[in-house]
Nanobody, 127 residues
């Protein structure tokens, strides 16, 4: 599976952005798709996940209530991350990652479980 992430940019604090992750190549009936992010000088961290098998979603505490991960209803291989009420601490390179299988709850936040990664898109939130 090849992934293409897009939608990053510069936004003021309190603003919104929507990231998109498009999957191509061999397609599968089931995916677990995640967003991770990495800020300068920090380790990569989990942001959000969606599991298409049961439509479950998972969020990091730092983004819960502000970010929403979803699957594009019109394009089954496009996954979205709607980011509202952005804060300067959300500034990072955002990566989408996917696995063509159902990943269980206890492992869904671990980046080691994902074999396909997008190239990253930069989100900069100014104060």
């Amino acid at each position: 599976v090849q992934l293409q992430a897009s939608g990053g940019g510069l936004v003021q604090a309190g603003g919104s952005l929507r990231l998109s992750c498009a999957a191509s190549g061999r397609t599968f009936s089931t995916y677990t798709v995640n967003w991770f992010r990495q800020a300068p000088g920090k380790e990569r961290e989990f942001v959000a996940a969606i599991r298409t098998s049961d439509r479950s979603t998972f969020y990091a505490d730092s983004v819960k209530g502000r970010f929403t991960i979803s699957r594009d209803n019109a394009k089954n291989t496009v996954f979205l991350l709607q980011m509202n009420s952005l804060k300067p601490e959300d500034t990072a390179v955002y990566y989408c990652a996917a696995e063509p299988r159902r990943i269980i709850n206890s492992q869904v936040r671990d980046s080691k479980n994902f074999g396909s990664w997008g190239q990253g898109t930069l989100v900069t939130v100014s104060s």
